[in-house]
């Protein structure tokens, strides 16, 4: 079957770093999405990656190997509105979405 | 950047009554959009996946008599919730991905329901 674990929660200090993980099995692969949801609110897009290694936008990079079915995001001198959920998604063969159930991120001043 | 407009974002309807929801791509074209319903602190449940011009393809356990999904236009999908229950109270979602390729889904602000 196919599969998107991450972790539940984890809990990170102002100005830190925090490295959310990612591991997936899919029917065939088409990229690896990762997207942050605030309470209440719809999810809104981060990043993507079809190829492996890291891709850095700002604050954030995210990471994929594909043969390893691993990927992870990385959030850089946190803030206090980062915290929210962090959902990893994957595409499978035939573009469908398969979500990951989320990891809540809880920042402590 | 890509938008998706979701409307209305908060809606509070009588049981019985039907609800439509409505999501457009504002500056792209959508053949493929989905629906996804979210109860409080658990994760994106897929509804269905609707394409432009044929039938929505409903997730098992999703009552397609009761989520009508109409997709008739590239930038349009709505979501009508007939004969509503206090129990199809939730937050809907729709999203849409871009036709061309390995664009990211794009998702709308998201519909609260309340159904009394």
């Known amino acids: 079957g196919q599969n998107i674990d991450q972790p539940t929660e984890m809990t990170a200090t102002e100005g830190a770093i925090v490295q959310i993980n990612c591991t997936y099995q899919?029917?065939?692969?088409?990229?690896l999405f990762w997207y942050q949801q605030h309470a209440g609110e719809a999810p809104t897009f981060l990043s993507y990656?079809?190829l492996d290694g890291l891709e850095e936008k700002g604050r954030f990079s995210s990471f994929l190997s594909r043969s390893k079915g691993y990927s992870y995001l990385l959030l850089k001198e946190l803030q206090m509105k980062d915290s929210a959920s962090y959902l990893c998604?994957?595409?499978?063969?035939?573009?469908?979405?398969?979500w990951g159930a989320g990891t809540k991120l809880i920042i402590k001043p | 950047g890509a938008v998706v407009s979701q409307h209305p974002s908060w809606v509070i309807c009588k049981s019985g009554t039907s609800v439509k929801i409505e999501c457009r791509s504002l500056?792209?074209?959508?053949?493929?959009m989905f629906w996804y319903r979210q109860f409080p602190k658990q994760s994106l449940m897929l509804m269905a996946t609707?394409?432009?011009?044929?039938?929505?393809?409903?997730e098992q356990g999703v009552e397609k008599d009761k989520f009508l999904i109409n997709h008739a236009s590239l930038t349009l999908s709505t979501l009508t919730v007939t004969s509503a229950h206090p129990e199809d109270s939730s937050f809907y979602i729709c999203?849409?991905?871009?036709?061309?390729?390995?664009?990211?889904?794009?998702f709308g602000n998201g519909t609260r329901l309340t159904v009394t």
């Open positions: 990656n079809v």
């Open positions: 500056d792209f074209q959508a053949t493929t």
């Open positions: 899919t029917s065939g692969f088409n990229g």
């Open positions: 999203s849409a991905k871009d036709s061309r390729d390995n664009s990211p889904l794009h």
């Open positions: 609707s394409n432009e011009g044929s039938k929505a393809t409903y």
């Open positions: 998604a994957v595409m499978d063969s035939n573009y469908q979405l398969i």
